[in-house]
């Protein structure tokens, strides 16, 4: 029987480990890595270094000026029993509740408008996508001047239909409707877009077998459509949470002519007042840049809870 050659193992072959295969393949490819180098400088410039800067500022006093004081954990018990940041992440779940319900709700019956088999389809993707990159302060000044308690278009309805007036920027719960309202208009159309996405990689079929076994509309929209659009539907409600949680412009806009003491006071009573525009009241009026950025990691991880919460409660409903 013929015995197979041996090979001999060149030295250089031995010596290219895949260590050093790696490593050469790193530096060759050098020109690449710089190419996107400036993406990753930049966000260590702007993005991670004031994130690990302000969670150790949140363990100090310091006025911005002057130096700093060591304080612990001090200003996050504070925190704890501060009784205007509870109030502000009431006003921004009330405020959020309001406008998140009725914006996925408008933005799934627009997009399984704008998936039926309509005239002029792009026009109207266009019209609802508008308000999401019109300008939210020249928003904000329209909507001050439609919820306006003696000019407003709002109260000219309510006094077409014979009720009385209602001082929108000036009750709380009034205030609470108004940022709601302007919120729901600007994320509607964007939400139904994503919507519309979800709705069109749905294969036809599912809804031709639906009608052969006499599911009605409701039927199948519910035993068809929804279940399919829960990845949709789970990204609308995270994106949802996470920028309405965050609500600072649309409230701060809106109110900042109805409290002469601050312009991030939420208006009077503090009924508007957001959990972004606390932070910002304690930041920049108080000067209080310690606090403030204990604050700010406060919203933090309210955001991530409520986030959690509603990614479980959509994920448990597509399980059951």
Not at 28 to 49: K, Q, V
Not at 165 to 175: R, S
Not at 286 to 309: E, K, M, P
């Amino acid at each position: 029987m013929a015995t197979a050659p041996v090979v001999e193992t060149s030295p250089a072959v031995v010596s290219a480990t895949p260590a050093a295969r790696s490593g050469k393949g790193v530096l060759s490819h050098w020109r690449l890595y710089a190419a996107i180098s400036p993406f990753y400088l930049l966000f260590l410039a702007f993005g991670l270094i004031p994130v690990g800067f302000s969670l150790y500022l949140s363990f100090h006093r310091w006025d911005g000026l002057g130096s700093m004081e060591f304080a612990g954990l001090s200003q996050y018990r504070y925190l704890l029993t501060d009784g205007q940041f509870w109030s502000a992440i009431g006003n921004t779940l009330v405020i959020w509740a309001l406008a998140t319900f009725p914006m996925v709700f408008l933005a799934m019956v627009t997009a399984v408008l704008l998936n039926s088999a309509v005239r002029f389809k792009n026009v109207y993707r266009f019209a609802f996508f508008l308000p999401n990159v019109t300008s939210i302060v020249a928003v904000a000044i329209i909507f001050g001047s439609v919820f306006s308690t003696n000019f407003g278009l709002m109260n000219a309805v309510l006094q077409a239909v014979g009720l009385d007036q209602v001082a929108w920027l000036n009750t709380p719960w009034g205030i609470k409707v108004a940022i709601a309202t302007l919120m729901t208009w600007q994320w509607t159309g964007y939400n139904a877009i994503i919507f519309l996405a979800g709705l069109q990689t749905i294969p036809g079929e599912l809804y031709e077998a639906a009608r052969m076994d006499g599911a009605g509309p409701l039927q199948t929209f519910f035993r068809v459509t929804l279940p399919l659009m829960r990845p949709a539907l789970l990204f609308v409600l995270v994106i949802s949470t996470v920028t309405g949680l965050q609500s600072f412009s649309e409230p701060q806009v809106l109110l900042q002519t109805t409290d002469n003491n601050s312009s991030f006071a939420g208006g009077p009573g503090h009924a508007g007042q957001t959990m972004v525009l606390y932070f910002f009241q304690q930041t920049f009026d108080n000067n209080d840049f310690g606090y403030g950025a204990a604050v700010a990691w406060g919203i933090f991880l309210v955001v991530v809870l409520f986030s959690i919460i509603n990614w479980r409660l959509v994920q448990r409903r597509g399980e059951e």
